[in-house]
């Protein structure tokens, strides 16, 4: 009888183990890599005995341990901008040995559970920021044996190319401690690059700046990279970097009370000045769990859009599933993410782009009971539905060239910074 009580408690406390549902917390995490004759980081403790290497601590950023900055934390926000500050000027541009060394970072940060919890929603971000060609990473590389590529630009454009192989599958999924990965199906990664055009370019053709620099733009899980982001001033960076700055997914609640009414999404407008939206029927319906237990699933149903809007939900299963991870069944709302939003392009390839969605113009409607989705939810929160949830890593270019530009670029490049964070 005992052993068959042991039993028992045993099997119940599997099921109840499996019952229990994740909770992600909140996350913004950060760090800043600065780049001229030498690769400087913001998350290396200084060295007892301080060579001069190829890799080493922003000067006077003291670092106890290889932590990134908490975003969410002001003192440590404030002190991502000091170590920004602090980044000094050099003569040269190793622009693909930083994004190498960065990339280490990148694969560090998405394989440590401590930090990013292996959640499967969590959105990964290098923003690179230069105003010059590189001309020393490929003897930087041989130096430290990351790769034995030929002198010259055959050599440069063979690094810069490996480079951009290896983010296109830069995130993996981890288990058994990290050693064993898989391909990552549902993290996103996004490479910015924003090209200062500045006196040393002047000469290069906007197509050939395009050409060396599109190796560093790249995404993975997030559709197409990133267009190049290039202009003469720091105030032009910045609003283009607005328009170009797309998170391909977008979070949203829908009141409990709403099942069975239809329910649009007033997401705003395209490049047309066209409304985008979507509308569906909130379900509701109760699903076995383990044999005698039961737990609350809700979906949107019978998916309509504005013309030529799609998403991935409403293009491969026909339905948008409650974020499960989010879901608190003591909330008065449910919780939805659609991914991979797109609008007709006739100027792209494939005939789409991404669509960003801006939060203060969204607006929720509902039926109540007449079938059309027509009256505006006022309560319905604008802003903070989606979870701050993502790593940010900042590669910025501090050679000599930017001279009296070198102090907007800092200021730019923490804006950015600031921006990324406050548009999730």
């Not at 899980?221 to 977008?250: H, R, T, W, Y």
């Not at 069975?260 to 939206?277: I, N, S």
């Not at 809007?309 to 919780?335: C, G, H, W």
Request: include cysteine; charge should be negative.
């Amino acid at each position: 009888m005992a052993k068959k009580c042991f039993v028992f408690f045993i099997l119940a406390g599997i099921i109840l183990t499996s019952c229990a549902t994740t909770t992600y917390r909140e996350k913004m995490y950060a760090d800043v890599i600065g780049f001229n004759d030498s690769v400087m980081l913001s998350y290396m403790p200084p060295s007892n005995n301080p060579k001069s290497t190829d890799v080493k601590p922003i000067p006077g950023v003291v670092t106890e341990e290889e932590m990134p900055y908490d975003l969410l934390i002001d003192d440590q926000a404030k002190a991502m901008q000091e170590a920004i500050s602090k980044i000094p000027l050099g003569q040269n541009t190793a622009a693909i040995y930083a994004l190498d060394v960065g990339l280490d970072r990148v694969i560090s940060i998405n394989k440590n559970k401590k930090l990013m919890e292996g959640d499967p929603n969590s959105k990964y971000y290098v923003v690179f920021f230069t105003d010059g060609i590189d001309n020393t990473s490929v003897t930087m590389a041989q130096r430290s044996r990351r790769g034995n590529y030929p002198q010259g630009i055959a050599g440069r454009n063979a690094y810069s190319a490996a480079m951009h192989t290896r983010m296109e599958s830069i995130l993996k999924k981890y288990s058994f401690f990290g050693l064993i990965k898989k391909p990552n199906m549902t993290n996103t990664f996004q490479s910015y690059v924003l090209l200062f055009q500045g006196q040393d370019l002047e000469s290069y053709s906007e197509e050939q700046l395009t050409s060396i620099i599109d190796p560093f733009r790249a995404a993975q899980n997030a559709g197409d990279a990133p267009a190049l982001i290039i202009d003469n001033s720091m105030e032009g960076l910045q609003e283009k970097f607005k328009d170009a700055f797309v998170i391909p997914s977008f979070s949203f609640q829908v009141p409990k009370d709403y099942v069975d009414q239809r329910v649009r999404m007033v997401l705003g407008l395209d490049d047309e000045g066209k409304l985008v939206w979507f509308e569906a029927t909130l379900k509701h319906q109760q699903r076995s769990k383990f044999l005698i237990l039961k737990e609350d699933f809700y979906t949107l149903e019978d998916i309509t859009t504005s013309p030529g809007f799609s998403f991935l939900e409403n293009t491969k299963q026909m339905r948008i599933e409650m974020d499960e991870v989010s879901y608190d069944k003591n909330a008065n709302t449910v919780p939805f993410i659609i991914n991979d939003l797109k609008v007709p392009d006739a100027e792209q390839s494939n005939g789409v782009k991404s669509f960003h969605v801006e939060r203060e113009y969204v607006t929720q409607l509902h039926d109540e009971g007449t079938g059309e989705a027509k009256f505006e939810n006022t309560e319905y929160q604008k802003e903070g539905e989606g979870k701050k949830n993502a790593y940010i890593l900042l590669i910025m270019d501090m050679s000599q060239s930017l001279g009296e530009n070198a102090e907007a670029a800092r200021e730019t490049a923490a804006w950015i910074v600031d921006y990324i964070a406050n548009q999730m």
